[in-house]
């Protein structure tokens, strides 16, 4: 049971927008940033999103980062068959003095 | 260019201690960086197991505070991971990565590198 909620799963087809959501509370998501990162099948996870909505350099601006109170979530529009990966939340949570991952969403482009 | 690489023993039986090491290139170990490892079952998500920086003490994992240490090696511009009394559900693969501001901003990854607990 991760203590930053994602959909398990996401699905859409070429061109299509999709959101992903991720769900916390005052002790991690209401009182510091998200973070997303991307994991593409087999590799180390990559940095996509930071301190809610910054896109690092060579990220597309096709994804895009958003919060609200205790909640964040990350769309990406324009979808495209290399964006079929597994994404995660993550953010510090201030009452367990440590980091903290949503479970990880897997988007299908269908 | 920033670049980690995890290195360790790919074996380690149970009720052992599971040993890794990160080297690190293009950094100070010393610099502001925090040192973290993450770690994913096979299958699974992610996982945050602790991290430390030079000039502070290291934050845990409170579900693994008890087994775990993270310190660092600055003659070799490295860090370590250790963790005590293993058993298959530390079967993972562990990634080190370097947090450039202490918020959890994981700019850096190593590729990873998969211990398996099996006697």
């Known amino acids: 049971q991760s203590v930053l909620t994602q959909p398990p799963s996401a699905s859409g087809t070429p061109g299509q927008r999709v959101t992903i959501s991720c769900s916390g509370s005052s002790s991690n998501i209401g009182s510091n940033d998200v973070y997303w990162y991307q994991q593409l099948p087999g590799t180390a996870p990559k940095l996509l999103i930071y301190?809610?909505?910054q896109r690092p350099s060579g990220v597309p601006d096709r994804f895009s980062g958003s919060k609200s109170d205790t909640s964040a979530s990350l769309a990406i529009s324009g979808l495209r068959s290399e964006d079929e990966a597994d994404y995660y939340c993550?953010?510090?949570?201030?009452?367990?003095?440590?980091?903290?991952f949503g479970g990880g969403t897997k988007l299908t482009v269908l | 260019q920033v670049q980690l690489q995890e290195s360790g023993p790919g074996l380690v039986k149970p009720s052992g201690t599971l040993s890794l090491t990160c080297a690190v290139s293009?950094?100070?170990?010393?610099?502001?960086?925090?040192w973290t490892w993450v770690r994913q079952p096979p299958g699974k998500g992610l996982e945050w197991i602790g991290e430390i920086n030079h000039s502070e003490s290291p934050n845990y994992s409170p579900s693994l505070k008890s087994r775990v240490t993270i310190f660092v090696d600055e003659s070799k511009n490295q860090f370590s991971l250790k963790l005590t009394s293993v058993t298959a559900a530390d079967t993972a693969v562990y990634y080190c990565a370097g947090d450039i501001d202490g918020t959890f901003h994981l700019d850096y990854w190593g590729q990873g590198a998969l211990l398996t607990v099996s006697s």
């Open positions: 301190r809610n909505h």
């Open positions: 293009g950094d100070s170990i010393s610099s502001s960086t925090w």
């Open positions: 993550a953010a510090w949570d201030d009452s367990l003095s440590a980091g903290v």
